[in-house]
């Protein structure tokens, strides 16, 4: 059972990245897929998860209308594309798998069970 998030990299600001998440040993689409964020001295942070089904999602006030988070079950992964990207957007970020159950999210950390390696997004000034 794994997760691998990638994606990430240098990009100036208001710039874009998608990140991707990719599974592999199991299925995510019995699974809410959530994105979190954990920058230099801070906590990791929920931005964006999507429900099992796809139709539920929830994004971070800081993140809204800026990212937008989708899952494509027949490719196994789920994608998280960030647009207007700005300094305070630098973090590594990390994909995790949790059952939630059906149409539900959280961007509660402990309510997910498989987490990807993070991804490092930097966004220069």
């Known amino acids: 059972v794994q997760l691998q998030a990638s994606g990430g990299g240098l990009v100036q600001a208001g710039g874009s990245l998608r990140l991707s998440c990719a599974a592999s040993?199991?299925?995510?689409?019995?699974?809410?897929i959530g994105w979190f964020r954990q920058a230099p001295g801070k906590e990791r942070e929920g931005v964006s998860c999507?429900?099992?089904?796809?139709?539920?999602?929830y994004y971070a006030d800081s993140v809204k209308g800026r990212f937008a988070i989708s899952r494509d079950d027949a490719k196994n992964t789920v994608y998280l594309q960030m647009n207007s990207l700005k300094p305070e957007d630098t973090a590594v970020y990390y994909c995790?798998?949790?059952?939630?159950?059906?149409?539900?999210?959280?961007?509660?950390?402990?309510?997910?069970?498989?987490w990807g390696q993070g991804t490092q997004v930097t966004v220069s000034s």
């Open positions: 995790a798998a949790g059952d939630l159950g059906a149409s539900e999210v959280t961007p509660d950390i402990q309510e997910y069970d498989y």
């Open positions: 999507i429900s099992n089904s796809g139709g539920i999602t």
């Open positions: 040993g199991f299925t995510l689409d019995y699974y809410a």
